[in-house]
């Protein structure tokens, strides 16, 4: 029986072992494609710290600017279970000719580095909230949006835990589902619609304080990309 006993835990201890080996050999691959990637999108500035003044250089200030994505800061004062910063999506402010695609998805990366700062964006994953409410076909490149939401598949280093949605105009109702597409099973499972009342349904059902709710969905948050952009510039992040 000992003797028993003794070969199961070797076969426990190399189960454990090959496990932890396919696990470091993922992490190696992901940490290889976000490193090609990176290098891809900014060249030797890939090496520098990913600041707002890097993005000025790198010729991405337009796409951070026009606000399609914002960061949205929660109330750290341990009052809540959940105390994450949210990340506001608004199709209605997608300008693609306006800056370059590669430039967009410079932004795009910048973003969620941004928000990663966030140690319990980091522990838990990220909570998007997006608007389509006034999305039209200025607003579209699905080449541009396969690229953004491709770095999200296996590169960048966050995880989507919740995306809750308002639904847009029924004749772009499409536009929405080809991204939903391109987010893979898992994060598309995640995606929550809500109708005209998002504010309400996201204050009672999901705990989030109005305060942290965007106006434009009927909150009391009034979105302030400049602002937010100096902040961060004068804080050299």
Not at 14 to 25: D, E, F, M, P, Y
Not at 49 to 58: D, I, V, Y
Not at 84 to 92: A, G, I, K, P
Request: glycine share 6%.
């Amino acid at each position: 029986f000992q003797h028993r006993g003794t070969l199961h835990r070797i076969r426990v201890g190399l189960t454990h072992l090959l496990i932890l080996v396919v696990r470091v050999q993922r992490a190696a691959k992901r940490f290889v494609k976000y490193w090609n990637k990176r290098i891809e999108l900014f060249g030797e500035a890939a090496f520098l710290p990913l600041t707002m003044e890097t993005m000025k250089k790198q010729g991405a200030q337009r796409p951070i600017e026009v606000g399609a994505l914002q960061i949205i800061p929660r109330n750290k004062s341990g009052d809540s279970e959940d105390e994450r910063d949210l990340l506001y999506v608004d199709f209605s402010k997608l300008e693609p000719k306006s800056y370059t695609r590669q430039a967009g998805c410079r932004a795009f990366w910048y973003f969620f580095h941004a928000i990663l700062e966030d140690e319990q964006v980091q522990k838990k994953g990220i909570i998007a909230v997006s608007f389509s409410g006034n999305v039209s076909p200025r607003n579209r490149d699905p080449i541009f949006t396969k690229l953004c939401l491709s770095s999200l598949q296996g590169i960048l280093p966050v995880r989507i835990s919740g995306l809750h949605a308002t639904p847009p105009p029924a004749v772009y109702y499409i536009f929405v589902k080809i991204i939903l597409c391109f987010m893979g099973d898992r994060l598309r499972k995640r995606a929550i619609f809500h109708n005209n009342d998002a504010s309400t349904v996201l204050e009672s059902k999901y705990s989030m304080p109005r305060i942290c709710i965007p106006t434009e969905i009927g909150g009391d948050y009034k979105l302030d990309i400049r602002g937010w952009m100096q902040q961060r510039l004068d804080a050299g992040l």
